[in-house]
């Protein structure tokens, strides 16, 4: 609540100065970060720092006994889960003890229930109806960018969509550091089209439209730029 933000930035900004006080939070807290950003008194870890290498997928798997993987299929899997903790663990309980376990990570991990659970209950259900409905037609894109944002979803300000679904803390990661073009975490963006589809089947084709107009306007402007 705006209550307890503001008792929060009240304790933070007259608090002594060997205080260190760790934020944990799903999405970007609405506190004056900016401000603090500029006086060097707080340090962030966005979603790029906290995303496991190669190495450290590997020693997660390594502490999974019940998976049993070929170094191949290893491979696949972190290649799958693209640095994303909660799909490695999930994928990983999801396999646990199975005999095909090979072949489902490298065909059919995308139609893992506990995945799409977690990925329907844990943040599409929890984002208010503009931005998940946003969500859901933004799957049907790779990169997204205000301009396409706007086409396929009918909203005026597409970067400031944008930047709110960032702020969130959904999986988009920026193509280009200080871009404004994003893509969807693969495995996060195939879940959600298939929720799209559950929810709101009579609409594909419309959407696929918008999303096929949405392409030829950014290509267009790519074309006028470049002249």
Not at 48 to 64: F, K, T, V
Not at 87 to 96: D, I, M, R, V
Not at 113 to 120: I, K, P, Q, T
């Amino acid at each position: 609540s705006a209550e307890i933000i503001e008792q929060l930035v009240f304790f933070l900004e007259r608090s002594p100065s060997w205080l260190r006080v760790v934020l944990v939070s799903r999405s970007v807290p609405r506190l004056p970060i900016a401000r603090w950003r500029a006086q060097g008194v707080v340090s962030e870890l966005r979603q790029g720092d906290l995303a496991l290498s190669d190495g450290e997928a590997l020693q997660a798997i390594a502490r999974m006994p019940f998976l049993e993987l070929s170094p191949a299929g290893q491979r696949h899997l972190i290649g799958l889960a693209d640095g994303w903790p909660v799909a490695l663990q999930l994928a990983a309980l999801a396999l646990g003890g199975r005999e095909d376990s090979e072949q489902v990570v490298k065909e059919n991990l995308h139609g893992n229930r506990l995945l799409f659970d977690y990925v329907v209950g844990e943040v599409l259900d929890r984002l208010p109806a503009l931005q998940r409905d946003a969500v859901m037609e933004l799957s049907m894109l790779d990169d997204i960018d205000p301009r396409r944002c706007e086409a396929l979803t009918g909203v005026e300000d597409g970067e400031g969509l944008l930047l709110e679904l960032v702020r969130l803390g959904l999986p988009l990661v920026a193509l280009e550091p200080g871009e404004h073009t994003y893509r969807f975490h693969r495995v996060f963006r195939e879940l959600v089209h298939l929720e799209l589809q559950l929810r709101k089947p009579s609409s594909i084709r419309a959407i696929h439209r918008r999303a096929a107009a949405a392409e030829l306007r950014s290509a267009a402007a790519v074309i006028c730029v470049s002249e």
